[in-house]
């Protein structure tokens, strides 16, 4: 399994980013796929879910991300996606693809499988 992010940057409060996340190894449509951010000195929380498997897709967002962040996924192309709208300060973490076969909870250390992460850094 192998996953690869990028599109983080540098930005300045009200812009905008587009994550990617590229998925290998393993039957991506089939599984559950997050982001997950974390910021120095913080715990890694997840911005947003999106199921996988044969029934239609639904997403889950953090109240932070809500109405400014989008979660998607192309699964003939085997990636995920995180638009990310109206940023602030408080976005600047960095930024984690996690997959998981099955579990769909917010606690981190239960995913299966993990990129290396992409910098975000927002500034006023």
């Known amino acids: 399994v192998r996953l690869v992010e990028s599109g983080g940057g540098s930005v300045q409060a009200g812009g905008s980013l587009r994550l990617s996340c590229v998925a290998s190894?393993?039957?991506?449509?089939?599984?559950?796929m997050s982001w997950f951010r974390q910021a120095p000195g913080s715990e890694r929380e997840r911005v947003a879910l999106?199921?996988?498997?044969?029934?239609?897709?639904?997403?889950i967002y953090a109240d932070s991300a809500k109405g400014r962040f989008t979660i998607s996924r192309d699964s003939a192309k085997n990636i995920l996606y995180l638009q990310m709208n109206a940023l602030n300060t408080k976005d600047t973490a960095m930024y984690y693809c996690?997959?998981?076969?099955?579990?769909?909870?917010?606690?981190?250390?239960?995913?299966?499988?993990w990129g290396q992460g992409t910098q975000v850094t927002v500034s006023a």
């Open positions: 190894g393993f039957d991506f449509s089939q599984y559950q």
């Open positions: 999106i199921s996988g498997g044969g029934e239609a897709a639904y997403t």
């Open positions: 996690a997959a998981d076969p099955s579990y769909g909870g917010n606690m981190w250390s239960k995913w299966d499988y």
